[in-house]
């Protein structure tokens, strides 16, 4: 069996690019008499992969016995034997969370309750949840050490170098979810080393503030010591400095999760695991908390996500919606900036509860949607299920899930889906090396995407990076498909988009923007780079000290914050904009400015167009909205157009979102109607040799997505 390898675009699959399409099987769940057939049916199913927790809370059940024999959820190693048999690739994850809705996400109960000095912990020293540990505490990882001794050489004899099945090996899951989502980031003051000379988070500060002045400048504070150094004071009113405190401390955290992940893969490496190993975050919103993971594990390493629409009652829909559809495109462009083919390690193949019901036409839609937005890979989870173990499920005894093969085995209509897809990905293999055919592109900051974690109301900043990072979302992106525009993103901390010129760059700024971010923007532009930037101008780095690079270069306009008076925007030929976001006003437009745009109450300038030295094209737009009324998507659409945006496809009902995919000779088009009523639209797709191609009318069912040829029009 090969190993499955990948490249920024595309996974490689028996030597030739292919899609990963793994579906969830544990087999401590299933009988180990239905593993052969249900394994067989996966991969009729197209399937060419599966993965599998390998939970330490079964496996060690007192401490110090450890064992992977006798009762059938147990036998790991049958379980590898037969998936190897069946010619299906494994990826296995030991943890050492499996979450999984297991009880204490997977850790064995007498590590949590008899060992509360590495509980993870909140600022005031409680514990942040049952079951939430600190990673590099040395006594958890002195225990986990122990667990992957008897564990990864089981693993390692199994792996593809070794005539085994398992191509991929995870580390943990979904790491940092045990303590965000209960809403903290972890202070135990053991693992962070809080008041020791060489403690972890001393040796941080004195490397981020070599200089103590500027670390009590920073922090508005009078430290005599690094030592005494501490992330916050809890009790205090909030102040601005806080907010740098907080980032740092965040940034400073999301260090220790990568030192958690180089630690653990030193550990599977030395039991000869030599596979690729992979992570999954665990929704769009925490990609961006894993850059300093990324960095610090180099080549090998592939990070993933996690695509839930509805799990339960907390959920924002019951099924895909556009929303839903904006979240996808979104991690995907992450994903692939972040050098990886965009993988969903776990997309939906059932549910954890039985309401409200997620149905195989919810499932199709929402897998075809993220197909047509740049996903390479997928493992649905869960492909199959069964009972837990006894005294080891967190919700029911019964894991069914749902899923496409229940718990005794009967072959439910999803399966019908999930074969469906499995032949039309393999069918349409070149999809995978496919690229978005995008006529404009949008600057991706990773600090915005981070900055909630962090970010408090900050005296004299009228416009936040978490802001931004919202306009992003529920304005332009949500504009922009609802006009049938099409973006990609770029990456704010690259120079590789700075000499490509061929479509315009919407740039999104909050009043803070790293220095070093400015300064691209303004070398892309003397490049004769043509940019839209809203809503507002730097006025700041990203720790907070005055820094104005961009706004220098484009003259220093002076911006006004509208007072709360009501606003009626006219731009262009557009009026009466809805204004539901909010309005900077510039007060006097640059000398080689020209006025796009006013309020028409005031005659104040929300817009204007200049182009400052070096040959560049720059679109000022003084306001930021959530997309309600297709004035906007009117208003957007000029202001593109003023800077020279063709549009590659162009559809008539904004209801229907589309994307072009194209690679070399082949191409195809998306058309999702993810809403729950039927839509008809007429769709007008370029040639592959992008001249005029030929109108299309195309009429979609409630929650579908249409995959057809963008110049025959002939349904794929």
Not at 128 to 152: M, N, T
Not at 665 to 688: G, H, Q
């Amino acid at each position: 069996m090969n190993p499955i390898t990948f490249t920024k675009q595309s996974y490689i699959i028996d030597g030739k690019p292919g899609f990963l399409y793994s579906g969830e099987f544990h087999y401590f769940r299933v009988r180990k008499s239905a593993w052969r057939e249900r394994m067989e049916l996966f991969k009729k199913a197209g399937g060419n992969c599966i993965a599998t927790y390998i939970p330490w809370l079964i496996h060690e059940p007192t401490e110090g016995n450890i064992t992977f024999a006798g009762e059938d959820h147990l036998d790991l190693e049958g379980f590898l034997k037969i998936a190897q048999e069946t010619g299906l690739r494994v990826m296995a994850r030991p943890g050492p969370y499996q979450y999984s809705e297991l009880v204490y996400g997977g850790l064995p109960r007498w590590l949590y309750d008899g060992y509360p000095a590495l509980h993870a912990r909140r600022l005031n020293g409680e514990s942040i949840q049952r079951g939430s540990v600190s990673y590099i505490h040395p006594l958890f990882l002195e225990k986990v050490k122990r667990w992957f001794d008897a564990v990864c050489p089981l693993i390692a004899r199994y792996t593809i170098s070794q005539g085994g099945p398992i191509a991929f090996t995870q580390f943990d899951n979904e790491a940092m979810g045990v303590h965000l989502w209960r809403g903290s980031a972890d202070y135990n003051p053991e693992t962070m080393g809080f008041g020791k000379s060489g403690g972890r988070y001393t040796r941080f500060m004195q490397k981020r503030f070599p200089c103590l002045t500027d670390l009590n400048t920073a922090y508005d504070s009078a430290y005599e010591r690094y030592e005494d150094v501490r992330p916050q004071t809890p009790g205090l009113p909030p102040r601005t400095s806080d907010t740098r405190r907080k980032k740092d401390y965040f940034e400073f955290y999301l260090g220790t999760v990568a030192e958690y992940g180089v630690i653990l893969v030193e550990m599977m490496r030395s039991h000869g695991i030599d596979t690729p190993f992979i992570h999954n975050s665990a929704n769009p919103d925490m990609n961006a908390f894993f850059i300093e993971t990324v960095d610090a594990l180099g080549s090998d390493f592939l990070l993933g996500s996690d695509h839930y629409y509805n799990l339960d009652q907390n959920w924002n829909q019951n099924n895909p919606t556009p929303q839903y559809a904006i979240n996808v495109f979104y991690s995907n462009e992450m994903l692939r900036l972040m050098g990886f083919p965009p993988s969903i390690f776990e997309l939906p193949g059932g549910s954890c509860s039985d309401w409200p019901p997620i149905t195989p036409h919810d499932i199709k839609a929402c897998v075809l949607a993220n197909i047509a937005l740049g996903m390479k890979g997928c493992n649905y989870y869960i492909f199959t299920g069964g009972p837990n173990p006894p005294g080891a499920g967190l919700t029911t005894d019964l894991y069914d899930y749902g899923a496409a093969i229940g718990s005794e085995g009967e072959i439910r209509p999803l399966y019908d889906v999930v074969k469906e897809i499995g032949h039309f990905v393999k069918d349409n293999s070149w999809l995978v090396e496919a690229e978005h055919v995008s006529d404009f592109r949008v600057s991706l900051d990773f600090d915005y995407a981070r900055a909630r974690q962090y970010e408090a109301p900050l005296t004299g900043i009228r416009f936040s990076a978490e802001q931004a990072w919202k306009f992003t979302r529920v304005g332009l992106l949500t504009t922009a498909f609802c006009s049938s525009l099409s973006p990609d993103f770029i990456d704010m901390r690259s120079d590789e988009w700075l000499t490509d010129l061929s479509t315009p760059l919407v740039v999104i700024c909050a009043e803070t923007m790293a220095q070093s971010k400015q300064a691209r923007i303004v070398q892309f532009l003397k490049n004769g780079g043509r940019a839209l930037i809203a809503p507002v101008l730097p006025r700041f780095d990203e720790n907070l000290h005055p820094c104005t690079i961009l706004s220098d270069y484009l003259g220093s306009p002076e911006l006004e914050a509208n007072d709360g008076q009501q606003v009626r925007f006219n731009c262009g030929p557009v009026v009466n904009i809805f204004d539901n976001g909010g309005v900077s006003y510039t007060q006097a437009v640059p000398a080689s400015g020209k006025v796009l745009g006013i309020d028409e109450f005031t005659n104040k300038t929300i817009s204007w167009m200049s182009s400052p030295t070096g040959g560049g094209k720059v679109v000022f737009l003084g306001f930021h909205w959530m997309h309600a009324k297709n004035e906007q998507g009117q208003m957007l659409s000029w202001l593109l157009k003023e800077l020279g945006l063709i549009q590659r496809v162009i559809c008539s009902n904004p209801n229907i979102w589309t994307t072009l995919r194209r690679h070399a000779d082949k191409s195809m088009l998306f058309a999702m109607n993810l809403s729950t009523s039927d839509m008809e639209a007429e769709i007008d797709c370029p040639k592959n040799d992008d001249t005029p191609g030929s109108k299309h009318h195309v009429a979609l069912k409630a929650m579908t997505v249409l995959m057809m040829d963008p110049v025959s029009g002939k349904e794929i």
